[in-house]
RNA sequence: UGUCAUGUGGCCGAGUGGCGAGGCAAGGGUCAGCAAAACCCUUAACGAUGGUUCAAAUCCAUCUAUGACAGCCA
């Protein structure tokens, strides 16, 4: 069987064959550092890194080149023309690049929490704003752009003109038609730099308070929105790649005016699979500032967020994500997440448990229907996996063998029951698709707090045998603390104390 | 308003026309000093109305509700 996945431009599930097998190049939108990261966040990046845990475990040698937005676009283009990350930065009275440092570290440190694997590259805007203004240079040279005032855009509709007759109109990745656009797009003001209100910036001129700017041919200013993915793109990926992901909302206009630029410079399609994850909602309604329902990563783990009951682990977070498929929405709510958590302790337990056995392959099976059930379960995870990523209905196979595994550690069923070799395969399969293909670690439920209790426990313990001159008991308690690094001192006062070493 | 999606049991979610995924919750039972865990069993859904079909959650049409995009957004 062959992967398949979803290709947003032909609109259907294709197997997946790489350009150039065994080498697969693969980018994704990575975030604009002018903030903390969200919940939104967390979908796509765990979903691509899936899909990179597989297509590795599938034996392909990826780069997988995932960029840092840190440059900072308008907030509403050609009406205030405002640097998002400069104008946050006036109100943190930080650096721009200071603040984009300090977003980029905590963007890291969460996606570390999700177990999520570093891409083999991260360039960011900043990095390459040389490559962008050769870009748009070509695109000029081509007249596919046009200067106006210091900025230049992205004339559309000769694009249009022209790549139609080559099947390859603006919109063949988000199938709406020019058209229809230019009948509804709404009519924002000053926008008579442009010569159709479609047109998008490759590069904009900076307004004299603009803090992060740079030289260009055309003055002063910094990059458009688009370009920054089509340069990093192509100079680490090349003209074609393989895949190109991002999230559901970036499909238009994003990703429609990436394949217009990168068209344009290189005179072919930039990915052959583009692959998009749906939106996460919060009680049904998307996330957003007018909702008040933006829930960062940090909060989200600390459970600090008002409309949260409790702190979620970054795993529960994402065995929640992977317990649906990508391309549906994906719906929070407190409710929801404590199913998961819930459902992943179990699933844990069970996977822990049967890790730390050891299954002899002689063993012959006793429960022929039983062996064979299990043998299909695993079996099934791969083709599931290859079907789209259907990580839900992976899950849902996982949770099929949690009972037999439950069964054989209470003994409900014999050892015999399932053959060794069935067992062996079943261990590491699970292994296999838990740990490496969803990326799912083994967290630790123990916080500080319930570590200190339970040693205060045992002190209590161990005064009381001191008490009765019980000192087997006493010492037993002291010696085996100490070889478990946790060292405890009876002070002058009698009071006891502890120490981690 | 345009474009595109979606509507599955109390909640979250899989579903390739043909014996009702899975998780959480709920009820009953086994085990058990109590509790928890675990195991077994049970309940229950396919937005509405038509249509195609031997057979539809699955295909078609209409309606309805919700959402996304069209300006930033994962």
New binding site residues.
Partial sequence: MALKIYNSLTRQKEVFEPINAPYVGMYV?G??VSGESHL??A??FITFDVLYRYLLHLGYKVRYVRNITDAG?????GKVAED?ITSKAILEKLEPMELVQKYTHLYHWAMDQFNNLPPSIEPTATGHIIEQIEMIKKIMTDGFAYEANGSVYFDVIKYNEVYSKKNQPYGILS??NLE??L????E?DNQDEKKN?VDFALWKKAPVEHIMRWQSPWGEGFPG?HIECSAMATKYLGKKFDIHG?????Q???HECEIAQSTVCNHELPARYWVH?N???IN?????KSYNNVVKLSELFDGSHPILTQAYSPMTVRFFIL???YR????F?N??L???E??LR?LM??YEWLKAQSFTSEKKSTDASLDQQLKTWVNELPEFMEDDL?T??V??NL??M??VI??L??K?ITAEAVSGATWQLVQAQLTLFIEQVLGIKVESGVNKKQLNGVIHLLIDIRKEAKAKKDFATSDKIRNQLLEMGIQIKDEKDGEVSFTFS
């Fill in positions: 939108c975030p604009t939104g966040h979908r796509p676009h308008f907030e509403e283009e998002k199938g709406r229809d656009q009948d509804t797009t709404r924002l209100k929105w991002g999230g559901m909302d970036l238009f206009p994003h994850n939106m996460i909602t049904g309604r998307k996330m957003g317990q649906s498929q549906g929405t994906l719906d709510s409710e929801a404590q199913a998961s819930k459902a179990r337990d069970a259907n839900a209905k899950v849902a949770f099929e949690v009972p439950n069964s550690k209470d409900h």
